[in-house]
Every structure is written in structure tokens, then in C-alpha cells.
């Protein structure tokens, strides 16, 4: 009935009047364009692309490079002076940082705020052009200079380096574009433009955006950083210590194609001082985070103190790890689970968000997984990464190698479990972690529950009859839910765990390893204590970003105030 009521008005008023005027919110003017996933290269012997990258290594592993706290264009440096090593010779320094104190992150705060309108008015498609072209030079003239800073910082074999700080940062810049300029195209429905036009406009959010990254993706540095940029956001970007250097790479490049310095500040600073300092100005509007649980945890508990002093609601993007599972039917093809299981366990060091650390085997194909696993470990070469024989470098710290080798030494005294393989750690040099494969007695045990972050596999083998029950222990045994696959023949139960393994992960994989999501094919993310699962290499993740505002104009005179029913 209202429907019809307002049918009769608009009409009448249309009959009545001419449209007045143009609307004063355009559509944007974006050209059309389209995009592909950036090619991951060989690096073959001889290739271009080697020579290129081992000149490349050559020149960032014979020099310090000296990299400042950057606000606006101008440099910082404090005496907290931080050096940033190869993980897999950690005498070796390869980049000279500073930390930024609470004034220095203050003074950012105040240089964001201060260009944050400026910003959001350069056009849409002006800051795409800007992403396109920072992605072309990243994939041609930078390529080996982002590879080569992360293999040596972070200890990244080519291939993983490749995968990451080349192919996935570039898909990152590229596919985000291409979700802002879709986003644009959707407008609210004007069932007659004559008399009133609706429109949907993507404004940067009101306030600054945190960006804290992790060590173990050059590309995520990228985009927690740039995303909410390319929106229209000003930006503070604390890099981890361990990445610092591929970062700064990043953030120089964006800088050549045009991204003002007082848009995206690049702030190295200790943990807790930059924590506390941007969740306590009234104008913190959204954290993008990528890190460990209690620091999550943490901003999170700081935000919510500090709520009657904000402007509005920060928005809280995380993704926090997971302890992610392999589940094998008696039905899966063995190959597929020892190769896939290697991979996702072992690839850079166990040191991926999505890495399997647990697996669930059947004892009908325990003997011939098991043997598989062995003789596949066997093969893994660890060792520097300029080696390009090697399969695992170091892993990133200190910190690490401590934390990692103590799940080893639990392995090594618990009478739950066995260590079928691996087990050495060795920081002599750097921190290196042989490829270990424990099995245990007890599904419960903290070896197949706490998040380890390393090179360490471990194993229930259960009785066949048991594999629904398995199910159940793969989605409830962890508070994480990031990834998990699963291994099958049997159609039928492939269904049944599909379904009931729904909740147990972000990103599910069906007879292929849990690790390798890739932009826009796979976007990532998980829930429970792994995150926000905001989808990062996702359309919803570019538009997380967006505060939409939605404009109504009326074309016509107002001349009632009545409805027509009242006569």
C-alpha cells in the first residue's frame, strides 16, 4: 500500500515538474580494464631472471643500507638504532633502522590527519593508475630488488621469495584496483531519475589507519599498508624488524609513482609504543593487522578502553595464524599426502599462517605414508638460501629458534610422542631448524593444539573406523581456524566433511595441501582466534576500507505536505 502511495506522488510530481537540474554527484570516471595473476618465473640456470636475481643478491648482501623513519618526505633517526640480519647467517647485517618513539608516531598521526582530505579528493582512478603502475615497475625494473631484500632478510628460498615479494604483491596491487574500480560501478536503484537520483559514493574512512605487518610475507606488508590507501586512507605502517628492508623497498617504489609521503608513513618502532600510541588519539579509525594472537589481543583490549574517546568505531582487521590440519581418508591417494604434507609442513620453515602442522593419517596407510614422509625429508636440503639447491633456509629469530626448538625438546622428552625424523636445531650460524616429524599417542597433546610456527610436523595415526571421529577432533581440538584440507577418494565422505569441517577453516582445501592461496582465486583469511577473515586478495577486503555514503537528490519542487489519500 505505502508502495503504491509513493508510486501516485512521483508521479504527480513528475507530470508537474521538469528535472530540475544535473546531479551534483558524478559517476565516477574510471577507464575499464582488466587484469591477470602475475606469471610466477623458473629461475632456471641461465635464465635472465636468475642472473638478474643473483646480481641483485650480490648487491644488497655487500652493503648496510641505512633505513630511515619516513614521515611526509622528510627522514628520522633516533638513538634507538636496530640492525636487521640474515636469519641464516645472523652476523651478517644487511639493513641499518631506527625506532620510531611516541612523538615521532604522534607527529605521523598529525601529518595523516593533516592530508587525509587532500587525499580522499584525488580521484579514484588517478590512485589506480598510481597501483597499476607501482605493480608494472614491481613486476619488471624492482622484481629482483624486492626478491633479493626478502630472501636475505627474511630467509626466503627463490621460489618462495618469488611466490611472494614478486608474484602476490603485484596481484595484491593490481587485483585491488580492480575490486575498487568494480566497486564504483554498483549504484542504488533511481526507479525514476526525473525525480530523484540515488547514488553510492566510496569515501576513505574518517580518521587514520594502522598498519601492523609480519615478517613472513613481503606482499602482506604491501597490503595492509597500500590497500586502505588506494581507498582514500592516510596511513601509518609499523614493518616488522625482521622485514624492514624488503618493506622499505616497497614503500620507495610507491613513492616514485606518486604516492604522497603524508598519505603512507613508514614507522619502525617497538611493539608496545606504537600500540599504545595509536589507539589513544580520538581520530584512530580502523587497525590492519597481521601478527600473533595476543597482540591482537591487545589493540584489541586498548581499543575497547579507550571507545568514549573516539570519534567513532576503529575497525579491527587481523589475521593471526592457525594450527592447521591435514585429515586423510583410508580412500586418499598416498602421493598426494606425503607430497602435499611435505610442502605445507616445511616450505619456508613451517612459517606460514597456512602451514600444516597436524595431520590425521588412518593406520591402513600409515606404512606407506609414513614411508613417503621419511624418504622425502631425507631430500629437503637446509641451508642458505642463496643456495639454490635449498629447500628450507633459517628461520627468522632468535625468538624463533627458542620457541621452536622447546616444541623439539617436548617431542624429545614426552612419552606421547616420538621424533620419526629431523629434530637438530643449530643457531651456531643462523637459526636453523631441520625439517621434524613427530608422531604422537595423544590427539590432545599441546604438540597438536598450540600454534609452534616452525619447521615441525606432527602425526595421530588412528584407527580407521574412527575417521568421523577425526572430524570432530580436526575442528575442535585448536582455537584456530585459518586452513585445513582434506584427502579422499570417497566422494561421498569428501561431502560429509565438507560440510561438518565447515567452521574449522577460512580457506579449505579438498585433496591439495593447506598452504598457496593465491590472489583473487583464493582469497584469505580465517575466523576464531586466526582473525577477522576479512578476505585479504578479495573484493570485500578492498572495500573494508570504504566508508560508503549514500546521497539521495531530488530532481523536483517539494509542494505538499500531504499525502494524496488525505484528500
Not at 624492482?142 to 618462495?160: C, E, F, H, P, W
Not at 591439495?512 to 586466526?530: H, I, L, Y
Amino acid at each position: 500500500m505505502l508502495a503504491s502511495v509513493r508510486s501516485a506522488l512521483f508521479s504527480t510530481a513528475h507530470r508537474l515538474h521538469a528535472r530540475a537540474a544535473s546531479t551534483v554527484i558524478k559517476d565516477a570516471q574510471i577507464k575499464d580494464f582488466q587484469v591477470e595473476n602475475e606469471p610466477v618465473f623458473g629461475y632456471m640456470p641461465g635464465s635472465p631472471e636468475r642472473a638478474e636475481l643473483e646480481a641483485a643478491l650480490k648487491k644488497y648482501q655487500s652493503q648496510v643500507e641505512d633505513v630511515p623513519i619516513m614521515i611526509g618526505d622528510k627522514e628520522y633517526r633516533t638513538n634507538e638504532v636496530k640492525h636487521q640480519v640474515m636469519p641464516h647467517d645472523h652476523s651478517h647485517k644487511i639493513a641499518k633502522f631506527y625506532w620510531a618513539n611516541s612523538e615521532l608516531i604522534q607527529k605521523a598521526i598529525d601529518t595523516a590527519m593533516a592530508a587525509r582530505a587532500g587525499w580522499e579528493r584525488v580521484p579514484l582512478a588517478e590512485k589506480f593508475d598510481m597501483w597499476l603502475k607501482a605493480a608494472d615497475l614491481m613486476a619488471t625494473k624492482y622484481r629482483q630488488d624486492l626478491n633479493a631484500t626478502t630472501m636475505l632478510g627474511q630467509s626466503k628460498t627463490v621460489i618462495q621469495a618469488e611466490i611472494d615479494s614478486a608474484a602476490e604483491l603485484i596481484d595484491f596491487l593490481r587485483f585491488n584496483a580492480l575490486y575498487g574500480k568494480e566497486g564504483t560501478k554498483w549504484q542504488p536503484r533511481s526507479p525514476d531519475p526525473n525525480v530523484t537520483v540515488n547514488k553510492l559514493r566510496l569515501r576513505g574512512l574518517e580518521g587514520f589507519v594502522a598498519a601492523v605487518s609480519p615478517f613472513n610475507f613481503t606482499a602482506i606488508g604491501g597490503n595492509l599498508a597500500y590497500t586502505p590507501a588506494m581507498i582514500g586512507n592516510a596511513v601509518l605502517w609499523k614493518p616488522s624488524d625482521t622485514a624492514v628492508l624488503s618493506n622499505f623497498t616497497i614503500y620507495k617504489i610507491m613513492r616514485e609513482v606518486g604516492v604522497p609521503g603524508e598519505v603512507v608513513s613508514f614507522l619502525p618502532a617497538d611493539g608496545p609504543v606504537f600500540g599504545d600510541t595509536i589507539t589513544k588519539p580520538p581520530h584512530l579509525a580502523a587497525i590492519n593487522f597481521t601478527g600473533s594472537v595476543p597482540t591482537f589481543q591487545r589493540l584489541w583490549t586498548q581499543v575497547g578502553q579507550n571507545l568514549p574517546n573516539y570519534i567513532g568505531f576503529p575497525r579491527l582487521v587481523g589475521e593471526c595464524g592457525g594450527k592447521n590440519y591435514h585429515l586423510v581418508h583410508p580412500s586418499a591417494d598416498v602421493t598426494s599426502v606425503v607430497n602435499g604434507t611435505v610442502r605445507s609442513a616445511f616450505e619456508y620453515c613451517g612459517q606460514k599462517c597456512s602451514a600444516c602442522s597436524r595431520a590425521y593419517i588412518p593406520e591402513s596407510l600409515w606404512p606407506e605414508v609414513k614411508a613417503g614422509l621419511l624418504a622425502a625429508q631425507k631430500e629437503l636440503k637446509v641451508g642458505n638460501v642463496q643456495e639454490f639447491d635449498s629447500f628450507m633456509g633459517a628461520v627468522i629469530d632468535d625468538k624463533a629458534f627458542k620457541r621452536i626448538s622447546g616444541y623439539v625438546d617436548h617431542a624429545k622428552s614426552s612419552p606421547n610422542l616420538s621424533i620419526l625424523a629431523g629434530g637438530k636445531c643449530d643457531d651456531s650460524v643462523g637459526y636453523f631448524v631441520e625439517p621434524t616429524i613427530v608422531q604422537t599417542t595423544d590427539p590432545t597433546d599441546r604438540i597438536m593444539s598450540e600454534e609452534i610456527f616452525g619447521p615441525v610436523l606432527s602425526i595421530f595415526v588412528y584407527p580407521d573406523a574412527q575417521v568421523d571421529e577425526m572430524l570432530t577432533v580436526a575442528n575442535k581440538s585448536t582455537p584456530f581456524a585459518l586452513t585445513g584440507a582434506i584427502f579422499a577418494q570417497d566422494e561421498a565422505w569428501l561431502v560429509k566433511a565438507t560440510e561438518a569441517l565447515k567452521d574449522s577453516a577460512g580457506n579449505f582445501y579438498i585433496n591439495d595441501k593447506s598452504t598457496g592461496s593465491v590472489v583473487a582465486q583464493q582469497p584469505f583469511g580465517g575466523a576464531r582466534m586466526s582473525g577477522t577473515n576479512d578476505k585479504a586478495g578479495g573484493l570485500q577486503y578492498a572495500l573494508k576500507w570504504t566508508s560508503p555514503q549514500a546521497v539521495k537528490q531530488t530532481m523536483v519542487p517539494l509542494t505538499d505536505i500531504k499525502y494524496p489519500y488525505m484528500g
